[in-house]
């Protein structure tokens, strides 16, 4: 029932900004943590920041710096990205997740992902 639906991804130059969106529907719940992982061209998906509940952020070294992820609220986040370098390119996609609780099981959620280009 739940969907993510990332917007945002486009052509940019090196050293421009993007800002990605991502909102989930048919959600009737919280998730505990969201996050936006990227996949280049020939490698392996990679987390480049995550957000909890709780308020907490994580972010790759990588992009440390650069990059900010948001939460409006329990359906969207965002990844603000600037001073985009030509190796930030890659598809990204926006990932929930909810912990397991009693008798509900662990839901991981990915989006189809948005391709962010920047060029040199």
């Known amino acids: 029932q739940v969907q993510l639906v990332e917007s945002g991804g486009g052509l940019v130059q090196a050293g421009g900004s993007l800002r990605l969106s991502c909102v989930a529907s048919g959600s009737m719940f919280s998730f505990d943590a969201m996050g936006w992982y990227r996949q280049a061209p020939g490698a392996q998906r990679e987390l480049v920041a995550s957000t909890t509940s709780g308020g907490s952020t994580n972010y790759a070294d990588s992009v440390k710096g650069r990059f900010t992820i948001s939460r409006e609220n329990r359906n969207m986040v965002y990844l603000q990205m600037n001073s985009l370098k030509p190796e930030d390119t890659g598809v990204y996609y926006c990932?929930?997740?909810?912990?397991?609780?009693?008798?509900?099981?662990?839901?991981?959620?990915w989006g189809q992902g948005t391709l962010v280009t920047v060029s040199s």
């Open positions: 990932n929930a997740r909810r912990a397991a609780r009693g008798f509900q099981r662990a839901l991981e959620v």
